[in-house]
Structure formats: C-alpha cells, structure tokens
Nanobody, 123 residues
C-alpha cells in the first residue's frame, strides 16, 4: 500500500511560480506523476516520470513545468513557472508500484493517488 501526500499549493499571481511536493510512503514506487482537475472536467495529465528519470509532459506544461524526483526520498516535485489563470485547478500526485520502461502511461495505470492540493492563479 502506498500513501501519497501533496503540499505546496496556494494562491499566486499570473506569471508567478509554485513548487508542489509529493511524498510517497509505504513502499518504493515506479512512475510518479502529476495530474490536475477543475470542477466538471476530467482529470488531465500534467507530467509523469519513470523511476529512471524519463519524462512525459502535456503540451500545456511543456516549457513551463518541470517534474523531478528523488527515489531515495520517495519524493516528486512539480516546479511550475509562468503560471496562468487557466492553470487554476486541484493538482494530484499519482504513483505506480510497477516500474515501466516508457514514461507515457494513462491515468488508469496509476493505482495510488494523493488527496490533491489547490493551485489558484489570479490575473
């Protein structure tokens, strides 16, 4: 069993930055990822990363967001720069137990999810 806890969300002005953290406990994990969701819409992938460091980003995140992780600490981060009001959402951390060679997984592959952290970007 894996327990994920996110932190680092908050209110930021347009153009600002935030860094989200996700700590996994209970077991070492394979993929770690960040998703986001706004009310009434589906949960969207932001970025994902294999245990070996390969990454995959959604188009809206490419160039502005960076996912990183420290396997020894079982922790992942999402650095978000140049934030826009449309980035406002609840951000969720997700993880798999299994290790996959390719960075690109669908949300259904993730068996463990955090409780989410709210990110609000004001204009």
């Amino acid at each position: 069993q894996v327990h994920l806890v996110e932190s680092g969300g908050g209110l930021v002005q347009e153009g600002g930055s935030l860094r989200l953290s996700c700590v996994a406990s209970g077991s070492s994990v394979g993929h770690m990822a960040w998703f986001r969701q706004v009310p009434g819409k589906e949960r969207d992938l932001v970025a994902q990363m294999t245990s070996g460091g390969l990454t995959d980003y959604s188009d809206f995140a490419e160039g502005r967001f960076t996912i990183s992780r420290d396997n020894a600490k079982n922790t992942a981060w999402l650095q978000m720069n140049n934030l826009k009001p449309e980035d406002t959402a609840v951000y969720y951390c997700a993880a798999t137990l299994r290790r996959f060679p390719s960075p690109r997984l669908t949300s259904r592959s993730y068996g463990y999810w955090g409780q989410g952290t709210q990110v609000t970007v004001s204009s």
